[in-house]
């Protein structure tokens, strides 16, 4: 199995920047479809944004859509989610997960689809 360590979680200001990175073990990292997944307080663990295993095809959820953008350099192993114009309802534990499946449109939003899960890092937006 691959090892998934996320950082650069932390407190941001409502309007603020944050980038989150994920590092992942192994030589075939190019293989993995990425994707970050967060869990509110009280609530389940939802889709954020996926990128496909080349990189060449990026989906987002409608609540982050124009304001986080998922990317990947294959050659460091690493995926990133660069997040902006945070708000409040953005504070979550945020989880980078990595599949071996090849979903349709080359990325999967189901989290059952993915098999090797980060230990989540924590992200809190003030107002």
């Known amino acids: 199995q691959v090892q998934l360590v996320e950082s650069g979680g932390g407190l941001v200001q409502a309007g603020g920047s944050l980038r989150l990175s994920c590092a992942a073990s192994?030589?075939?990292?190019?293989?993995?479809?990425m994707g970050w997944f967060r869990q509110a307080p009280g609530k389940e663990r939802v889709f954020v944004a996926a990128?496909?295993?080349?990189?060449?095809?990026?989906s987002y959820a409608d609540s982050v859509k124009g304001r986080f953008t998922i990317s990947r350099d294959n050659a460091k192993n690493t995926v990133y989610l660069q997040m902006n114009s945070l708000k409040p309802e953005d504070t979550a534990v945020y989880y980078c997960?990595?599949?071996?499946?090849?979903?349709?449109?080359?990325?999967?939003?189901?989290?059952?689809?993915?098999?090797?899960w980060g230990q989540g890092t924590q992200v809190t937006v003030s107002s």
């Open positions: 997960a990595a599949t071996e499946t090849y979903c349709s449109g080359y990325v999967c939003y189901d989290p059952v689809k993915y098999m090797y």
């Open positions: 192994g030589r075939t990292f190019s293989n993995y479809g």
């Open positions: 990128i496909s295993g080349s990189g060449r095809t990026t």
